[in-house]
């Protein structure tokens, strides 16, 4: 079972970057995939959730700028992130059912 996320990198504020999470030998479909960040000093932070039935649910901080959708086909998961804001900077990462995780993508928002 793997989880590997890609897509993160240097930004300036305002832009926008989305993040893949591809996944092996688990079916991203059958159960609730999220995506949590961590910034320095800080604890990991749930971010968003799409549930097995494609329910949507973020937080506060990031609702309205971000998206997290689904690729059946393609098995993996991802994260629009649109006006990014330098806060915004964290290790992003991938999780499945509060299990498994990925090994995290840094975003780096430049204001």
């Known amino acids: 079972v793997q989880l590997v996320e890609s897509g993160g990198g240097l930004v300036q504020a305002g832009g926008t970057l989305r993040l893949s999470c591809e996944a092996s030998?688990?079916?991203?479909?059958?159960?609730?995939m999220s995506w949590y960040r961590q910034a320095p000093g800080k604890s990991r932070e749930l971010v968003a959730t799409?549930?097995?039935?494609?329910?949507?649910t973020y937080a506060d901080s990031v609702k309205g700028r971000f998206t997290i959708s689904r690729d059946n086909a393609k098995n993996t998961v991802y994260l629009q992130m649109n006006d990014l804001k330098a806060e915004d900077t964290a290790v992003y990462y991938c999780?499945?059912?509060?299990?498994?995780w990925g090994q995290g993508t840094q975003v780096t928002v430049s204001s």
């Open positions: 030998g688990i079916i991203v479909s059958i159960n609730a």
């Open positions: 999780n499945y059912i509060g299990v498994i």
């Open positions: 799409i549930s097995r039935i494609g329910t949507t």
